[in-house]
């Protein structure tokens, strides 16, 4: 009896065990997905030294700008 409880118990810390890492692995990836899609880094506009999140920044030839003015884009 004891050792069949021994046995069940075993059997639930490795079935909870396997669930809590696989569920928990599942949610920390779209985090961290999520947490580089959404980063508000500032990044300043080469032209006029205002300072957009890089989300909204126009990226010119490596360079960094506000608006399409500052980049030179029609
Ligand atoms: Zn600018």
Redesign the pocket.
Same mark, same amino acid.
């Not at 506009?45 to 205002?50: G, H």
């Given at each position: 009896m004891i050792f069949k409880l021994l046995v069940f118990g075993v059997v639930v810390f490795i079935v909870y065990t396997l669930f809590f890492k696989t569920s928990r692995g599942k949610v920390e990836q779209p985090k961290k997905r999520d947490k580089k899609q959404d980063s508000d880094t500032m990044v300043e @506009?080469?032209? @006029? *030294? !205002?300072f !957009?999140s890089e989300s909204e920044a126009i990226i010119k030839d490596g360079k960094f700008? @506000? *608006?399409k003015?500052?980049a030179g884009v029609k």
């Open positions: @506009c080469a032209n @006029c *030294s !205002v !957009v700008y @506000c *608006s003015e500052c």
